[in-house]
C-alpha cells in the first residue's frame, strides 16, 4: 500500500515523500475505515483526500466551510489537469447547479457546502453514487460554529446515514482532545481511527506589545509592517476598522500593495483579493477572520491581531498561516485595556437574548391561535421580534430538533412548548459561559509571564517542541535583527478584473 501511495504522491504531485501524518490517513482511508486526523497547519491536509480521488473509482465528497476555498481548489486541480472536479455552492445560477447535479457520474471529486447538502435532490442524486469517501474539510466547524451561524454542520451525521455511512474523513489543523470527541460525536459516533499530530509550528515566534489607544496600536503596526515588509495578514474583529486600517496603510505605504477582506463583500470581490494575495500582487491583508482558511500561500511572514481573537483555536488557526515554507515567522498581538470588551460584546450577540426568545415563542403561539401553523419566514420574524439571521437560523433549529417545526410547520403541545423554552434558555446560558470562558483562556495566554509556546499548546498536546529560532518575548527574544526583505517589482496584473480592481483600491 505504503508503496502504491508514494508511486501516486510522484505521479500527481511531483514530491518524493510524503509530509507529517498525510501516508498514515491515507493507509487509514484507503482501508475503507472512517478516520478523523489532526494536522499542523498548512501540511497539506488536501492530498489526503485528493489521492484517493485520482487513484481510485467512486466519487469522493469533500464537505467545505467556505466559497472561496472550494474555488480555489477546484481551479488549481484543473490547472493542474484533472478535470473531474466540481463545486456546489451559491456561485452557481440555478441551471448551473442543475446541470452539476444531474451530471454527478461525471465527478470524481466535489465539493459541497453543508447547506448544500440540505437540498433534498442532492441527496437523491448522491445515493445512486458509488461513494468511495465522504470527506469533512476544517471539521473544528463543526464544533466551533455548528451550535450557531451553521447549524447546517450539526445535520452532518444524518446525511452520512441517508448516504449508506460510507467511509468518513474529518480533517482538521486545530482541536483540543475535548473538540476531538465533539467532531466524533456530531458526525455520528463513528468508530474512527485517530491520527493526531502536534499542531505547534516550530519557525513561528510570539509577541504580544500592549498599546493605550488606537492611535498608538495604528503607530505600532505601521511601525511593524515598515520592519517586516513582506507579506503580511492583519487580523481585526470589526469589518469597519479592517477598510479603515487599510486606508491608512495605503495612505503610509504606497509601495506595499494592501486591500481589505470581510464577509460583507460580494463573493467575485473576495476571491479576487484571495487570488491577487496568493499571486503577489497584493502584499498585505486587512481582514475578519473570513480570510485564511484555505489559503495556501506559503511565504506569509507576519500575522498581526490588531484586535484579540475569542479563543485559542481560532488564535493557532490565523497563525499558522504564516510561514508555510519553514521560514521564520512571526506573530503579533497588539492590545490594549479596552480591547477584551470587543469579543465579550460580540459572543452575547451571537446568541439570542431571553427576552427575544420569549417574544419569538409568543409570536409563534399567536399564530397557532390563529390556525397559521405555516412556519413564517424570517422577513416576517424580524419585524415582531429584534433577532439576527443567525440567531433566527440557531432558534429553527433548535425548534426542528425539538420537534416544534416538523416539515415547515409549527407542532403545538403547552408542555413541549415549555420544555422547550426552559432548555433552550440554559443551552444559550450554557454556550455563553463557555465562549467567556475560552476568552478568558486566550486573556491568560495574553498576560502570561511564562513561555508563550508552552503556554498556547499545553492544552493541545502532551509536549511542545522548541522553537527553531526566536520562541516569544517572554522568552527574552526580540525582533530586533530580524529581516524579511521584500521583493520589490510585482507580477503583472491579469484581467481587466484585476486591473479595475488594482485601480479602485489605490
Known amino acids: 500500500m505504503r508503496t502504491k501511495l508514494q508511486q501516486a504522491l510522484k505521479t500527481y504531485y511531483g514530491y518524493d515523500s510524503f509530509r507529517t501524518g498525510q501516508e498514515e490517513i491515507l493507509e487509514s482511508v484507503m482501508q475503507g475505515h472512517h478516520a478523523l486526523g489532526v494536522l499542523p497547519t498548512g501540511t497539506g491536509k488536501s492530498v489526503c483526500y485528493q489521492l484517493p480521488a485520482f487513484m481510485r473509482s467512486g466519487q469522493v465528497i469533500v464537505v467545505s466551510p467556505l466559497l472561496s476555498l472550494m474555488e480555489d481548489q477546484v481551479k488549481q486541480l484543473r490547472a493542474r489537469g484533472f478535470k473531474r472536479v466540481a463545486a456546489l455552492n451559491s456561485f452557481l445560477d440555478f441551471e448551473d447547479k442543475q446541470r452539476v447535479m444531474r451530471n454527478l457520474r461525471n465527478y470524481d471529486l466535489l465539493y459541497v457546502s ?36 451553521r447549524t447546517d454542520y450539526l445535520r452532518l451525521a444524518e446525511v452520512i446515514r441517508k448516504l449508506g455511512t460510507p467511509p468518513v474523513l474529518a480533517l482538521t489543523g486545530t482541536a483540543t482532545p475535548e473538540v476531538q470527541k465533539d467532531i466524533q460525536h456530531l458526525l455520528g459516533d463513528l468508530d474512527m481511527d485517530e491520527h493526531i499530530y502536534p499542531m505547534d509550528r516550530e519557525n513561528i515566534s510570539y509577541f504580544v506589545q500592549e498599546v493605550q489607544d488606537q492611535q498608538e496600536k495604528n503607530e505600532t503596526m505601521l511601525a511593524l509592517l515598515h520592519k517586516i515588509q513582506a507579506p503580511t495578514i492583519i487580523y481585526f474583529s470589526s469589518r469597519n476598522m479592517a477598510e479603515s486600517a487599510a486606508a491608512i496603510i495605503r495612505a503610509n505605504m504606497p509601495e506595499m500593495p494592501c486591500a481589505y477582506y470581510h464577509g460583507g463583500m460580494e463573493n467575485e470581490d473576495r476571491i479576487l483579493i484571495q487570488q491577487q494575495f496568493l499571486a503577489g500582487q497584493l502584499q498585505i491583508i486587512c481582514c475578519t477572520s473570513a480570510f485564511g482558511m484555505g489559503v495556501d500561500k506559503e511565504d506569509v511572514r507576519l500575522i498581526i491581531h490588531y484586535h484579540l481573537p475569542r479563543d485559542k483555536e481560532s488564535f493557532i488557526q490565523e497563525v499558522g498561516r504564516a510561514g508555510r515554507d519553514g521560514k521564520e515567522s512571526v506573530s503579533v498581538v497588539l492590545y490594549s485595556p479596552g480591547d477584551w470588551q470587543i469579543p465579550i460584546h460580540l459572543i452575547e450577540q451571537d446568541l439570542p437574548e431571553t ?152
Request: charged fraction near 25%; include cysteine; charge should be positive.
Open 114 to 149: 453543508p447547506e448544500m447538502l440540505q437540498n433534498e435532490f442532492l441527496i437523491t442524486q448522491l445515493q445512486q453514487l458509488q461513494i468511495q469517501l465522504f470527506v469533512v474539510d476544517e471539521a473544528h466547524c463543526i464544533s466551533q460554529w455548528g451550535q450557531e451561524f
Open 355 to 506: 427576552s427575544s426568545i420569549q417574544q419569538l415563542m409568543r409570536f409563534l403561539y399567536q399564530r397557532v391561535k390563529a390556525q397559521r401553523i405555516e412556519l413564517p419566514a424570517y422577513e416576517s420574524v424580524i419585524q415582531h421580534i429584534p433577532i439576527s439571521e443567525t440567531q433566527w437560523r440557531f432558534l429553527l433549529y433548535q425548534m426542528e430538533k425539538h420537534d416544534i417545526v416538523k416539515g415547515n410547520h409549527l407542532q403545538y403541545a403547552a408542555k413541549a412548548w415549555k420544555d422547550f423554552l426552559d432548555r433552550i434558555e440554559k443551552f444559550v446560558g450554557d454556550r455563553k459561559k463557555y465562549k467567556l470562558k475560552q476568552l478568558q483562556r486566550m486573556k491568560e495566554w495574553v498576560y502570561t509571564e511564562s513561555c508563550r509556546r508552552q503556554e498556547l499548546f499545553a492544552e493541545f498536546q502532551h509536549t511542545v517542541r522548541q522553537a527553531k529560532d526566536r520562541c516569544c518575548d517572554n522568552c527574552g527574544d526580540t525582533l530586533a535583527g530580524w529581516q524579511a526583505s521584500f521583493v520589490e517589482g510585482q507580477p503583472q496584473l491579469i484581467g481587466w478584473r484585476a486591473q479595475l480592481h488594482h485601480l479602485l483600491y489605490q
